[in-house]
């Protein structure tokens, strides 16, 4: 295996690991239960 090969493959393995890591930040961010908001444009409800 040539060194840009092993470049390109530890490239693609640093943004997997960082595109997973945003997402699970994300997930472990969003309130649990039920969130109900009240504002100009009317009521909005929404549930885990």
């Not at 840009?4 to 994300?26: C, M, P």
């Not at 997930?27 to 929404?46: K, M």
């Amino acid at each position: 295996m040539s060194r840009n090969t092993l470049y390109l493959l530890l490239g693609a393995l640093v943004v997997v690991v960082i595109g997973l890591a945003i997402y699970a930040y994300q997930q472990e961010s969003q309130p649990d239960g039920v969130q109900i908001e009240l504002n100009d444009q009317g009521l909005s409800v929404e549930g885990n």
